[in-house]
């Protein structure tokens, strides 16, 4: 399979192979990283809790989603960009690695559910835009997302432990 | 260094006792106290940015800044009681990775601070709801939420480098 011959080609990158020898390099890019998902996951938290009705239940959702989310999206792009940096300097050991692959998978699930929400659930936001309590829908949105980050972050967490 | 030398008998002994070597047998234990750790500081990370930003006017303006303190602010004081506690555990399995290592104590000093100046916002919009409303604090506004920022994301940069600055 032609992915077979992607993973040890990315490693021999110019900048993989920068990450991978440098004593420096990773330990920054990974503070980064760790600073970009622990934003993701605050303010990704901020409106599933605002949808499940636990917070900021006075503060209409759209309006919250308006002021939230941009930094979500800003701290998504760098938490990626550098994921992607650190991936690079061992990528065969990565793609091998079972805690970085629930990882990806709950990623992916992730993203998954905030689709469905936003084609199903969110389309009718105009009817449930301040009431305390959204539907059942957005709760249930709400709560496989929590669910979905803790777990990226549990997966995460492991890679450190597993990979070394 | 000789601050943190008076304080290795301690350190031995705790490292010595049963419930450090216990935690330390658990393999699971450790990730799993680290990753609730890193959940509580995105709570807290995530508040302190909202709240900041409305100090900086930048989102938020149909609200006072006591507003968004008083929607904020319990959610970072109670996550941060779960940052100390996970913090102690981390701490009590194994005292030399973080009691001997001065990016360690970098870390506790940035944390008072950044404690500090959220608790110097709480304090003072409890006296006064529009305290930081005035055009003349605009100033001082900015300067509080920028160094917040500023301080809360090197306590995350300092909690990575702990794993990379031991002797």
Redesign the interface.
């Known amino acids: 399979m032609i992915l077979q011959d992607l993973w040890p080609a990315l490693e021999h990158m110019p900048f993989a192979l920068a990450v991978r020898q440098s004593d420096l390099l990773f330990?920054w890019i990974?503070?980064v990283h760790?600073?970009a998902?622990?934003?993701v996951?605050?303010?990704v938290?901020?409106v599933d809790l605002r949808l499940l009705g636990l917070?900021?239940r006075g503060?209409p959702v759209t309006q919250l989603a308006r002021?939230?989310l941009p930094?979500t999206w800003a701290a998504y792009g760098l938490a990626a960009c550098t994921g992607f940096l650190l991936f690079s300097s061992s990528a065969v050991s990565y793609v091998n690695d079972l805690p970085f692959r629930l990882k990806m998978l709950t990623m992916a699930m992730a993203g998954m559910n905030m689709l469905v929400f936003h084609f199903v659930s969110y389309r009718g936001v105009a009817r449930w835009d301040r009431s305390a309590r959204p539907p059942l829908g957005a709760r249930t949105a709400a709560g496989i997302s929590m669910a979905c980050w803790?777990a990226i972050?549990?997966f995460g967490?492991?890679v450190?432990?597993s990979l070394n | 260094m000789s601050a943190l030398d008076s304080l290795t008998p301690f350190i031995n002994w705790l490292a010595h006792t049963r419930v450090s070597q216990t935690i330390g047998d658990i393999a699971w234990l450790?990730?799993?106290v680290?990753?609730v750790h890193?959940?509580a500081?995105?709570?807290?990370?995530?508040?302190v940015?909202?709240l900041d930003?409305r100090l900086l006017s930048v989102?938020?303006r149909d609200?006072t800044t006591a507003q968004f303190a008083g929607?904020y602010l319990p959610?970072v004081w109670w996550s941060l009681l779960i940052l100390l506690a996970t913090g102690a555990i981390l701490i009590v399995s194994e005292p030399k990775r973080s009691l001997e290592n001065p990016v360690f104590v970098l870390k506790m000093g940035l944390l008072l601070i950044a404690s500090a100046l959220a608790l110097l916002v709480q304090q003072t919009l409890h006296r006064d709801q529009l305290y930081w409303e005035a055009p003349a604090r605009r100033l001082a506004a900015r300067a509080v939420a920028l160094s917040s920022l500023a301080v809360w994301?090197c306590i995350?940069?300092a909690?990575?480098?702990i794993a990379?600055s031991q002797g």
């Not at chain 2, 500081?41 to 508040?47: D, E, F, L, W």
Request: glycine share 10%.
């Open positions: 330990p990974e503070s760790v600073l998902i622990v934003l996951v605050g303010t938290f901020i917070a900021s503060r002021e939230v930094y803790v972050v549990v967490r492991w450190g432990f | 450790t990730p799993a680290q990753s890193i959940l500081i995105a709570v807290v990370m995530s508040g940015l909202m930003l989102l938020g609200q929607r959610w994301a995350v940069f909690g990575r480098w990379y």
